[in-house]
């Protein structure tokens, strides 16, 4: 009997729990905004080469060297706009994207899923920059898969 007593805890365990206490890897959480970017004089989407990626308010770089036709960057949950630095051939330029959040709780383990929209005063802050415009293709971010803002270069 306390040979078994190990598998009978186990399965007494799984047992027990409820749906709602696993969260599966790979389940539903916060989307990022996607971006793509398009050659402002020809007015084609294309890829484009950015020395780094750096969200205002952190201390981290997101990305050093990001290079492709799209980008998707994580939104704050607790603010109405996120700021990120974009440098391309050493310009640097400032994405400032307002949003409205709205939460939505999932279950006990897996917590809350941010969904966002964006707000028409997202905008670029510069001097001498080199991103021309600002444009909101969708504005609401259920998902990845759909190109929210397209910036212009």
Same mark, same amino acid.
């Given at each position: ?38 050659? =402002?004089?020809? %007015?084609?989407?294309?890829?484009? +080469?950015?020395?780094? #990626? /750096? ?7 997101? &990305? ?40 939505? =709780?999932?279950? %006990?383990?897996?917590?809350?899923? +941010?969904?966002?929209? #964006? /707000? ?7 001097? &001498? ?25």
């Amino acid at each position: 009997m306390i040979k078994h007593l190990p598998f009978l805890v186990l399965t007494l365990f799984f047992l027990s729990c409820e749906k709602d206490d696993i969260c599966i890897e790979g389940s539903e959480n916060t989307n990022r905004v996607t971006i793509g970017f398009v050659n =402002y004089k020809s %007015r084609i989407q294309t890829g484009i +080469s950015l020395s780094y #990626i /750096k969200g205002i308010n952190n201390d981290s770089i997101l &990305s050093e060297g990001f290079s492709g036709d799209y980008l998707k960057l994580p939104l704050k949950v607790n603010s109405n706009q996120t700021r990120y630095i974009l440098e391309h051939d050493k310009i640097k330029d400032t994405l400032k994207i307002f949003h409205q959040t709205n939460h939505l =709780y999932l279950n %006990r383990s897996c917590g809350f899923k +941010s969904n966002f929209v #964006i /707000k028409s005063e997202t905008e670029i802050i510069k001097e &001498s920059g080199w991103i021309r415009e600002v444009s909101i293709e969708k504005d609401s971010i259920f998902n990845e898969e759909n190109t929210n803002i397209f910036i212009y270069y």
